[in-house]
C-alpha cells in the first residue's frame, strides 16, 4: 500500500493488507482492527502481525512484537522464533537470549534447528563467547549438533571469535557440509591470520565436487592478499571467469579482485580489471585503486583518482589519510581530514588510528588531543586496544608522557595488549624515564602477557636514556634465557648505545666484535656518538672509517665524525672529513623544526626567513641573545663551517630552526602554555644550553623532541640531566 492511501478496512482479508503495508503506522490500524474484529486471540493472525513489527527496523516495533507475545496464553514456536530473531538482528542482541530463556522456562514448546542460529548471531554480535558456550551446550543437550544449518552457525561463531581449532573440530565432525559449511571456516581461516589453512580447504571443497560462490572467491582472494601472493590470486581469476557464472556484472567479485591485485603490488592489473568496470565502478574499487597507488609509493596518482571519485564514502577517505599518514605525509594527512570532517563526515576508529598516527609523529598534541576528547569515549579505549594503543603513543611522542601513562593506568588489565605495553614501555624510554619503563616492563608477565622483540627494543632503550646499564645488561641476557627470543640487530645497537653512553667505550666496541652478525651503520653510529659524547678520538676514527664504508653518502654520518674532531679541537681533522664530503657533493641533511599552534602546524627551516611572522620572529631572537649574554652565556660556534668569521657563526648559530620555532611559541603562546617542538635532527650543544637558561629566562616549559629523546626543559635544566 502507497504511504497515505487509505485502508480498505471492510476486506475482511485483513492480514493480507500487511503484504503491502509500508508503515508501523498503518500495521497498528491492522491491529486495531483486528481486536475490533475479534481476531485479536487468533493465533494465525497475531503470528502474521508479530512477524511484521518484529522484522521491521524499527526498535518501537521490535518492542510492540514482544508486548503482543506476552499477550498471547500458549504462543507457538514460530512467534517465539519471529521475535528471536528480531532481537538478534537489532540494538539489543541480548534480548534474543533472555526471549530464549522464558521460552525454555515456560516449557510449553521446544526450540528446533531455526532457533539456535539466531541465538548464536546474537552471542557473536554481543562479542561473548561465553554465551555462546552456553548456547552450545542447549544445542548438544537437545540434539541438534548434527543439523547442518546449526552447525554451521557454530562455525561461524567460533570462527569469528578467533577459536578456529574449535571450528574446525566442528567441521571435521560434521556428517553434512554444505557450500556455507565451507565458506564459513574459510572466511574464519582468512580473518583469523591462517591464510595457508584456508587455501588448503579450498582445495578439499573442490575435490568433495563443491563449487565455490562469490563468497568463496571473496575469502579466497583476501587470503592473496594477505599473502601477498599475486600467482595463486591470478589462478584463482582465471578460475572466476572460466569456470563461474557468477563474475559477469558481480560487482562484489570484481571488487576483490581489485583489492587483490592492488594489495599485492600489481596496480597494472587492478587497472585492467578496474576499467572493465566501466560505468560500474563502485567507490570500494576506487578504495582499492586509492590505497593500491599509495601502498606502492604513488601518492599523487592515489590522490587524483582520490580527487575523481564522484562518492567518497568514509573508506575512501580513510584509505587516502592512511596513505599521507603511512607515506610520512603527515601535515597532508591532517589537512585532509580536516576536510572530511569539513564535509559532514565522522571518522570511524581505523580513521582515528590514522590520524592519531600522524598527530604522533608531528607532535600534534593539540589536534590529538581534540580528537581524543571529541570522538573517543573511555568505554572505547576499554574496548578497543588498537585505538588505546594509538592514543597512548600519540601523547606519548607528543611530550604528554604523564597523559600517556594516566589512560595507560586507565585501561583495565583484561584490555591491554602487548602492544600497548610496548607503546607505554617505548614512550617512558623517550622521555628517560628508565624506572618507570622497567616497573611498566614488570607488569607485563602480571597481565599474563609474554614481551615480543619489539618490548626488548624498548625496554633496553629506556635503560640507555636513563644509564641503567647493570639493569640493561640482565634484560639482554634474560631475552633468550628466560622468554627464548633471539637477541636482534636492533637489540645489539641497544646495548652499543647502552655501554657507549655509560662511558664503557672499550666493552662497547669488544660486544661488537663478539656479535653474531656483522653491525651495520646504525650500531657504529652509535658507538661515534657515544665517543664524542666522551671525547675517545681513538674510539671515534674506528667507529667513523666503519661507518663511512657502510654508508658513504650519507650527509649525517660526515657531520658527526666531523663535529667529534671538532669537539677535541683537531680542526684538521674536521677540516678533512668536510672536504670528503664536499668532494662526494653529499649535503649536510637540512634542520627543520616543526610546532603546533591553534590546530596548524608551522615548520621552520634553519636560517629560513619565508615565515609570515618572520619580522616578529627576528626582533624575538634578537631578545633571547640579549637576555642570553646579560646572563653570561657564550655561544658554542664549534660546529659552525671554519671558513666564516666568529659574528657570522654566531649568527647562524642563533638560527637554528629550533630557536626559531622557540621565538614564534614565545611571541604566540600564552605564558601558562608549555611550548613544545619537534626537531628532525639531534638538538644541537647550543641550543640545548641555550634552551635551559632560556626556560629560566622567560620563566617557560619548553619540551623539544629530537631524533633520540625528549628534552624537558624547566627552571634552567633539562630533563636529560645532559646524558643524552
Not at 576 to 588: F, H, L, N
Request: hydrophobic content about 40%; glycine content about 8%.
Amino acid at each position: 500500500m502507497l504511504p497515505g492511501k487509505k485502508l480498505n478496512l471492510e476486506n475482511p482479508s485483513l492480514i493480507s493488507l500487511l503484504e503491502s503495508c509500508k508503515s508501523i503506522k498503518q500495521a497498528l490500524q491492522i491491529h486495531a482492527q483486528l481486536i475490533l474484529k475479534g481476531l485479536n486471540h487468533n493465533i494465525f493472525s497475531l503470528s502474521r502481525l508479530i512477524s511484521f513489527f518484529a522484522l521491521s527496523s524499527s526498535r518501537d516495533a521490535l518492542d510492540h512484537a514482544r508486548l503482543l507475545l506476552s499477550q498471547i496464553d500458549r504462543p507457538n514456536l514460530f512467534i517465539w522464533n519471529t521475535v528471536i530473531r528480531g532481537y538478534s538482528r537489532s540494538e539489543s542482541p541480548r534480548e534474543a537470549i533472555v526471549l530464549y530463556k522464558s521460552m525454555v522456562a515456560e516449557g510449553v514448546v521446544s526450540p528446533n534447528n531455526f532457533t539456535y542460529p539466531f541465538l548464536l548471531n546474537s552471542c557473536a554480535r554481543l562479542s561473548s563467547v561465553e554465551s555462546g558456550r552456553g548456547i552450545h551446550c542447549h544445542i548438544i543437550k537437545n540434539g541438534f549438533e548434527s543439523d547442518v544449518f546449526v552447525n554451521n552457525s557454530l562455525i561461524h561463531l567460533y570462527s569469528s571469535f578467533g577459536y578456529l581449532d574449535c571450528a574446525r573440530l566442528l567441521f571435521s565432525k560434521s556428517c553434512q557440509r554444505d557450500r556455507v559449511s565451507y565458506n564459513t571456516l574459510i572466511g574464519g581461516y582468512a580473518r583469523g591470520g591462517q591464510p595457508a589453512d584456508a587455501l588448503d580447504l579450498f582445495g578439499q571443497m573442490r575435490i568433495s565436487g563443491i563449487d565455490p560462490d562469490e563468497f568463496t572467491i571473496v575469502a579466497l582472494l583476501s587470503v592473496c592478499s594477505t599473502l601477498n601472493d599475486p600467482k595463486t590470486g591470478k589462478i584463482i581469476h582465471l578460475l572466476v571467469v572460466k569456470s563461474l557464472d557468477i563474475y559477469e556484472n558481480n560487482v562484489l567479485l570484481t571488487n576483490a579482485l581489485i583489492d587483490m591485485y592492488a594489495k599485492c603490488g600489481m596496480m597494472d592489473m587492478a587497472n585492467t580489471v578496474f576499467n572493465t568496470m566501466g560505468s560500474r565502478k563502485s567507490t570500494p574499487a576506487w578504495s582499492s585503486m586509492v590505497s593500491g597507488y599509495a601502498r606502492c609509493g604513488e601518492i599523487l596518482t592515489a590522490r587524483q583518482l582520490f580527487d575523481q571519485m564522484g562518492d567518497r564514502d568514509l573508506i575512501s577517505w580513510t584509505v587516502m589519510i592512511s596513505g599521507y599518514s603511512q607515506l610520512g605525509w603527515y601535515n597532508e594527512a591532517l589537512e585532509l581530514f580536516a576536510e572530511m570532517e569539513g564535509v559532514g563526515l565522522k571518522p570511524d576508529e581505523v580513521t582515528l588510528v590514522a590520524v592519531l598516527s600522524a598527530c604522533a609523529q608531528l607532535g600534534a598534541l593539540e589536534i590529538g588531543r581534540r580528537l581524543h576528547y571529541q570522538y573517543i569515549e573511555d568505554r572505547m579505549l576499554e574496548k578497543n586496544a588498537i585505538l588505546s594503543t594509538a592514543i597512548v603513543d600519540m601523547y606519548a611522542k607528543c611530550g604528554s608522557i604523564e597523559l600517556a601513562l594516566e589512560i595507560f593506568q586507565g585501561t583495565p588489565a583484561k584490555s591491554r595488549t602487548i602492544s600497548l605495553f610496548n607503546s607505554m614501555v617505548s614512550g617512558l624510554a623517550q622521555h628517560g624515564l628508565g624506572r618507570t619503563a622497567m616497573t611498566i616492563f614488570g607488569e607485563i608477565e602480571s597481565a599474563h602477557l609474554r614481551p615480543d622483540v619489539v618490548t626488548f627494543v624498548g625496554v633496553l632503550c629506556a635503560c640507555s636514556h636513563g644509564g641503567l646499564i647493570e639493569e640493561g645488561n640482565k634484560i639482554f641476557e634474560s631475552m633468550l634465557k628466560d622468554y627464548g627470543i633471539k637477541p636482534q640487530i636492533e637489540h645489539y645497537g641497544c646495548m652499543v648505545d647502552l655501554l657507549g653512553r655509560g662511558g664503557h667505550l672499550k666493552e662497547a666496541h669488544d660486544f661488537i666484535q663478539g656479535m653474531p652478525f656483522e653491525a651495520n651503520s646504525v650500531i657504529w653510529r652509535a658507538l661515534l656518538g657515544a665517543c664524542r659524547i666522551h671525547q675517545n678520538v681513538e674510539m671515534s676514527e674506528i667507529a667513523g672509517k666503519k661507518l663511512l664504508e657502510l654508508d658513504p653518502d650519507h650527509g649525517a654520518r660526515y657531520v658527526l665524525l666531523s663535529n667529534m674532531f671538532a669537539d677535541v679541537n683537531q680542526w684538521e681533522e674536521a677540516r678533512r672529513v668536510r672536504k670528503q664530503m664536499e668532494d662526494k657533493g653529499i649535503q649536510k641533511p637540512s634542520g627543520w623544526s616543526y610546532i603546533e599552534f591553534n590546530g596548524s602546524i608551522h615548520q621552520f627551516l634553519a636560517s629560513d626567513r619565508s615565515h609570515p611572522q618572520a619580522k616578529e620572529i627576528k626582533l624575538m631572537l634578537e631578545d633571547m641573545t640579549r637576555r642570553l649574554k646579560a646572563a653570561g652565556y657564550v655561544p658554542d660556534t664549534t660546529h659552525v663551517p671554519f671558513d666564516i668569521d666568529e659574528e657570522e657563526k654566531e649568527t647562524i648559530v642563533s638560527y637554528h630552526s629550533e630557536k626559531l620555532a622557540l621565538a614564534f611559541g614565545l611571541i604566540n603562546f600564552s605564558p601558562n602554555m608549555t611550548i613544545r617542538i619537534v626537531k628532525n635532527l639531534r638538538i644541537c650543544g647550543d641550543c640545548h644550553s641555550a634552551f635551559k637558561l632560556l626556560s629560566e629566562i622567560f620563566i617557560r616549559e619548553i619540551v623539544v623532541r629530537d631524533t633520540i629523546r625528549f628534552h624537558h626543559f624547566k627552571n634552567g635544566s633539562c630533563s636529560c640531566m645532559d646524558y643524552w
